[in-house]
């Protein structure tokens, strides 16, 4: 099974979840609501074959949803405990999100992600530079991996004790790197064409599908029923 | 005469290598912010601290951010793409007002020490550190109704405060204040930073 | 004048506040279809050269600049940039800044999409190019799994997407080794055919042998030479060699597989042993405690030493293909991959895990990652348990760093970054040094130089291991060779059995 949605519906649902999650769930029925728009991303991650995510997402939901519904409700006066019941408060109020943002970042490529905002009528700049934030998060990692093998080399991981020096050994290769690979970049790209007059095309074709629709509609009833049910009955 | 003329144009509008510049330092600002946040899991404190832990640890990209910076725009844009990546994060989108507010605000303070004067510098990193905030609202949005809730479900009041005494919409104000303090006082460690390593190695 | 497409007349040039990179009245006229060969030592003005073509001096490395350069017609002064894009194309050195995708297929479709080319066009060319690379199973890939090679393949392949007239490559096979470097020769010998003009500034001459029209020689901002594709073929070892650059023919015994695997006789006491090098890249799940990997699990391994002598006092060098586990070898034995259980074994002595990085230093491809301080003194101090400046300024003196003792380190060139992590490595007292290619994308005096300098550390007492690609290192400092095939010894011996054989 392979559904692949409209980067724009994936920010629809976004949207939605985030908006659910700040408001809190009194009833049943509005748990359920939550609870159904949660899994759509865990189904969907399921589709993507990302079977270990969605079971750890999957789980540590479960046992929030199940800690605090269960075990917690009476006074819990502990440290360990009101620890405990503050994670899970947390867990289950903001994971929905987090699922959902971990599914469209692991199935959103990036000139997919482009496109749409260019779509969406955001301006160039923005677009390029949201492009850049998302190819640099890879090199930020292998740049700050091998930094790190130097580090453990010369046994200074710790910043021989110093916090301040613990942080100035990473930053400043770091960014010594990445402001040298900014300006390569800048010029391959500039040779490229970007940044000229004409207006840039996309080979990613954006289309809503019958998926698409399905969930734009199925997300809107539920913010909808969220609201109706919370503020209006 | 017209030579000119096309010269100062030239330089007022945003090219690519500007763009590509605030794409790294924000993907860079970010990973900080990252690595700040999983302290949160610690304890809630931590979520507090972040207004500290953010402006001082992203101090010398910022500052080294500040030296590329020269035209009106670029300030502005990582913030714009700072609301986006929370929203796409599950951050929400409450702080995105905030963020995108606070950027554009830093950016014409830095304009009007024309990206040169120092003084101006420490103000703007200040004032755009209040993107940190947006990390704390869907928590302070939700905290009244979410303490009530837990109250009701019978969680003990003492608990409830214990979580929420550091980050509620009272304490926001203070949080806010923080940040700024922060922001001020980590341009001045950014700059020093900046011109132990970069400005001695010939880069900016 | 139809003919022609390159135009340089007269061109002099310094970048913006530095005295480096000057061109003097530099003229160069390419005719339609022509392969040219810029060679010369580093800092001689190649790069300036490819730089002029492309539009990026002026535009985007401002500086002086005087004369005209008219390319296809387009006065490069007078042209936008982007207007550029689809007339000249160019292969820059560094495989992983080049990029600005993550993905294969969209860095081969990103120039066409900055044009504005239709969709059904820009798809079209994509599957044209990829039939005529032959990279149909690169595709679909992120960009950071691939190898130097890979990455030059689709960095090739972008380009030819927007079909440009020239193709510029700026030193492409720095980062290569042997197969990814011939690969490279039959795309350029591809353009060729198709009518390309091709301009290429590279130190490897080996795989241009033939393909030039026409090569020229650079010092110091000015032509020094120049000669038909042919006659510098013909030319002989010795007059390339006092040119100052690499030579023309790489018939390496080292890099062929044999089969005979001649250990050489080492006795116990001068040797460093280590046994037990075994390492996989593949995820192994447990539960609390890793299992140790051991021979018996050669068919998942990724390096596979269970026991190798190394000479003291020698320079021991490492070939092998890419990806065929060099790298790894030197991770494993430095201590940086946890999960390697390798021992060290030396003077009676065991170094296992951590403490394996007390007893090795590796010069890492990159040497900025190793650079953390604010001066090449603090630099060094830092590696020293007990901070001894006199020490400190002796080893500095010994590398020829002294003068620079108070800089940046990052202000230094790449030799001078090279030698500070050097210092470095003798002040922390390791003995056994590990090189990882330091001599890629050197001219020949560089890579003299780093020779010279690995035999002086082993004749200092230490061991030195290095992994290169390049044959004439090889010949110059290396006492022994070790080959390493799919995480295996391939052969290990003495050099000079090599050069009989």
Known sequence: MNIRLDPRTKLYMILVVSAVVMMSATTPLLWSVRIIITLVPIVLLIAEKRYASTFRFFALYITALVLTFCFLSEESTGIIQSLLTGYCGIIAQFLPAMITAWYVIRTTK??????????????????????????????????????????????????????????????????????????ELSAAAITKGLGGKVKRTSVAVLKLSAADIMLLSGFTAAAAVFVIFKYFI | MADKKEHTIEKKKLGVRDFITVGIFTAILFVVEFACALLGYLHPIMVAALSVLIPIVGCIPMMLFYTKVEKFGMITIMSILMAIILFVTGMGYLGAPITIISGVVADLIAKSGGYKSFKKTILSNGIFSFWICSNYFPVVVTADSYRKDLIDAGYSAEYCDSLFAFVNYKTIAVLFIVCLACGCLGALIGKAAVKKHFEKAGIV | MMNSMIEINNVSFRYKGSDEGLLQDFSLSVKKGEVILLC???????????????????????????????????????????????????????????????????????????????PDEIIRRKQEVVEEMNIETLLGKSLFELSGGEKQKIACASVSALLPDIILLDEPSANLDQTATADLRKTIIKWKKQGKTIIISEHRLWYLRDIANRVICMENGKIKNEWKGKAFSGLRAESIRNLRLRPLTVDNPFFERTNELTVPDIPDEDAIILENFFFTYRHIPYLFFRKKLTQA???????????????????????????????????????????????????????????????????????????????VMSEVLLSMKEKDEQACEDILEKLGLFPFKDKHPMALSGGQKQRVAIASAVAAGAKLLLFDEPTSGLDLSHMEKVGQLLTDLSKTGSTVLVSTHDPELIEQCCDYILCIDKGQVGYYRVKEFCMCR
């Open chain 1, 110 to 183: 990036i000139d997919e992600f482009v496109s749409a905002m260019q779509k969406m009528h955001i301006p160039d700049g923005i677009t390029i530079s949201l492009a850049v934030v998302m190819r640099f998060f890879p090199t930020i990692k292998e740049e700050y991996c091998s930094i790190r093998d130097a580090m453990k080399m010369r046994g200074i991981t710790l910043g021989g004790g110093s916090i301040v020096k613990m942080i100035e050994y990473r930053m400043i290769p770091l960014l010594f790197s990445c402001v040298s690979i900014g300006d």
């Open chain 3, 40 to 118: 010369g030592a580093s800092g001689s003005g190649k790069t300036t050269v490819i730089r002029l073509i492309n539009g990026l001096i002026p535009h985007y490395y401002p500086g002086e600049l005087e004369g005209d350069i008219h390319v296809a017609g387009h006065d490069i002064k007078e042209t936008e940039l982007y207007e550029l894009a689809g007339v000249v194309g160019t292969v820059f050195q560094n495989p992983r800044s080049q990029f600005f995708s993550v993905d294969t297929d969209g860095e081969i479709v990103f120039g066409p999409e900055n044009i504005g080319l239709a």
């Open chain 3, 297 to 375: 699990d050669s068919d998942i391994l990724s390096l596979n030493i269970p026991r190798l002598k190394l000479p003291k006092g020698c320079v021991i060098g490492i070939v092998g293909r890419n990806g065929t586990g060099k790298s790894t070898f030197l991770r494993c034995i430095c201590g940086l991959e946890k999960t390697c259980p390798g021992v060290i074994i030396s003077d009676g002595k065991a170094y296992k895990g951590k403490s394996r990085t007390d007893y090795c230093y590796m010069v890492m491809q990159d040497v900025n990652h190793q650079l953390f301080t604010d001066s």
